[in-house]
């Protein structure tokens, strides 16, 4: 799977998940661009879309993007929280569905 990291999300993150093609918003020359723009612009290039932004499935009606949205919601967006989110955020890639969002939480 091809998997854009939000500017908001730790991009080290991006170590952890292995197996598959991730870039961060910053890589792409994307991090001033707002959520509807960056979500057309992400779904000419990638699978899914990884972000701790959690309106954006307020603000956005995903289902008309043709990439999945996978929002992360630990106690803050620093690494060492977002790290043990890693092995839902695995599972949700592999079966993550265009225009749906998937939140992931720690238990």
């Given at each position: 799977?091809?998997?854009l990291?939000?500017?908001?999300?730790?991009?080290?993150l991006?170590?952890?998940i292995?197996?598959?093609?991730?870039?961060?918003?910053?890589?792409?020359g994307?991090?001033?661009?707002?959520?509807?723009?960056?979500?057309t612009?992400?779904a000419?290039h990638f699978?899914?879309?990884?972000?701790?932004d959690?309106?954006?499935?307020?603000?956005?009606?995903?289902?008309?993007?043709?990439?999945?949205?996978i929002?992360?919601?630990?106690?803050?967006?620093?690494?060492?929280?977002?790290?043990?989110?890693?092995?839902?955020?695995?599972?949700a890639?592999?079966?993550?569905?265009?225009?749906?969002?998937?939140?992931?939480?720690?238990d």
């Amino acid at each position: 799977m091809r998997i854009l990291l939000d500017e908001c999300v730790d991009w080290r993150l991006a170590r952890d998940i292995i197996g598959h093609d991730v870039k961060t918003a910053r890589q792409m020359g994307w991090t001033t661009i707002k959520n509807g723009e960056l979500l057309t612009l992400a779904a000419s290039h990638f699978d899914v879309f990884v972000t701790a932004d959690r309106n954006l499935s307020f603000q956005q009606k995903l289902a008309s993007y043709s990439i999945a949205v996978i929002i992360l919601r630990a106690k803050t967006n620093r690494l060492s929280d977002l790290r043990p989110l890693t092995p839902k955020l695995l599972a949700a890639v592999e079966v993550a569905q265009p225009g749906s969002a998937k939140l992931i939480e720690a238990d």
